[in-house]
């Protein structure tokens, strides 16, 4: 009884397998063709950004960007400055803060890639996050921590659709 059992449920996973589709997107998983917006912003090279804070997001934009690995041959390029502020919040009556607000905020630039590296697109994200302060070293160090990933991961959504934007306006007819 058991082995039929096992053998049903095996059958059942094999048979819904092929129903598999990606929760978010309008395409299948292994479709050949990039769709116009992945086409676009595979044509963009990511420069490298100064410090740690600078190369995570590097990272997460080109994780955004780039969905069938880095292009070739890019015709633009987008160069990034990043600064991260830390504000203390909430004074307490011993005058120690219980809260922090950390303010990301990147300056990008577009730029062609031709002979002139005419300036295409200017703009700066910015994203500002809290976190709480404890007594406990260890616990404001990780609250620190999630809270740049949580801006760092807000500012590189906003500079992608600030470029899916411009392309959309300004690359109908190349990607």
Do not use: W
Not at 159 to 166: A, E
């Amino acid at each position: 009884m058991r082995f039929l059992l096992s053998a049903f449920v095996l059958l059942a996973a094999l048979g819904l397998s092929g129903c598999y589709r990606p929760l978010y997107g309008e395409k299948p998983l292994f479709s050949a063709a990039p769709t116009a917006q992945e086409a676009r912003l595979n044509s963009i090279a990511v420069a490298g950004i100064a410090d740690e804070p600078g190369q995570r997001l590097r990272n997460l934009l080109i994780d955004r960007m780039y969905s069938r690995g880095r292009p070739a041959k890019p015709g633009k390029r987008l160069e990034v400055s990043l600064r991260i502020g830390e504000e203390h919040l909430g004074l307490q009556k011993d005058a120690t803060t219980t809260r922090a607000r950390l303010t990301v905020s990147a300056g990008f630039v577009l730029r062609s890639l031709g002979e002139t590296r005419d300036v295409l697109l200017k703009g700066k994200a910015r994203a500002i996050v809290n976190f709480s302060i404890s007594d406990q070293a260890y616990d404001t160090l990780s609250a620190r921590e999630d809270a740049r990933n949580r801006g760092l991961r807000e500012v590189a959504d906003r500079i992608v659709t600030r470029l899916l934007l411009y392309l959309e306006e300004n690359g109908k007819d190349a990607p």
